[in-house]
T-cell receptor
Framework: GAVVSQHPSWVICKSGTSVKIECRSLDFQATTMFWYRQFPKQSLMLMATSNEGSKATYEQGVEKDKFLINHASLTLSTLTVTSAHPEDSSFYIC???????????FGSGTQLSVL | GQNIDQPTEMTATEGAIVQINCTYQTSGFNGLFWYQQHAGEAPTFLSYNVLDGLEEKGRFSSFLSRSKGYSYLLLKELQMKDSASYLCAVNKGGGNKLTFGTGTQLKVEL
């Protein structure tokens, strides 16, 4: 149990376009989801906390207008990278809290490459 | 502060034992997690400690000392497939919102 599905796995896009990443909890309801970004050979950096039915909470230094988060239902959160630029190229990954025994399962991640 | 420190890289031999350390600042501590991550993949949950002491799960064990702000992950009978990045993460303030350490890249050699 406690599976998180993330889509797409890979995205290559042109500079200036927007990219939407979806994160779904498959067998449980998630009122909260976390979005992380990871650069090569670095650790995960929390970007924002997605809250079902309310605004997302962004970490310091993360542009809320650039990284739009929508948590439309108890099983779906989306991250949209708007007007993407090459410096936005990174591994984006979501996670849902399920209690410490199951260790906050993660989605499979999305590798974004902006040309 | 949020500093969670780990050694950047470690190398060990197949069949051996390796200990990966993690130190953190203790304010607001509410549990510590260890994850394994292979390149390009999602982190996989290994262990969780909230009380002092050792938690054992097969070849993997994790230890916590809350007063010292210190944890370690112990991997026994190392296998080549254990070559990966190991991340410790601290839950500060509840809600399972995790702050990740710098990560340790482990290389297992023959």
């Amino acid at each position: 149990g406690a599976v998180v599905s993330q889509h797409p796995s890979w995205v290559i896009c042109k500079s200036g376009t927007s990219v939407k990443i979806e994160c779904r909890s498959l067998d449980f309801q998630a009122t909260t989801m976390f979005w992380y970004r990871q650069f090569p050979k670095q650790s995960l950096m929390l970007m924002a906390t997605s809250n079902e039915g309310s605004k997302a909470t962004y970490e310091q230094g993360v542009e809320k207008d650039k990284f739009l988060i929508n948590h439309a239902s108890l099983t779906l959160s989306t991250l949209t990278v708007t007007s993407a630029h090459p410096e936005d190229s990174s591994f984006y990954i979501c996670s849902a809290p399920t209690g410490p025994a199951r260790g906050n399962p993660f989605g499979s991640g999305t590798q974004l490459s902006v040309l | 502060g949020q500093n969670i420190d780990q050694p950047t890289e470690m190398t060990a031999t197949e069949g051996a034992i390796v200990q990966i350390n993690c130190t953190y600042q203790t304010s607001g501590f509410n549990g510590l997690f260890w994850y394994q991550q292979h390149a390009g993949e999602a982190p996989t949950f290994l262990s969780y400690n909230v009380l002092d002491g050792l938690e054992e799960k097969g070849r993997f064990s994790s230890f916590l000392s809350r007063s010292k702000g210190y944890s370690y992950l112990l991997l026994k009978e190392l296998q080549m497939k254990d070559s990966a990045s190991y991340l410790c993460a601290v839950n500060k303030g509840g809600g399972n919102k995790l702050t990740f350490g710098t990560g340790t890249q482990l290389k297992v050699e023959l």
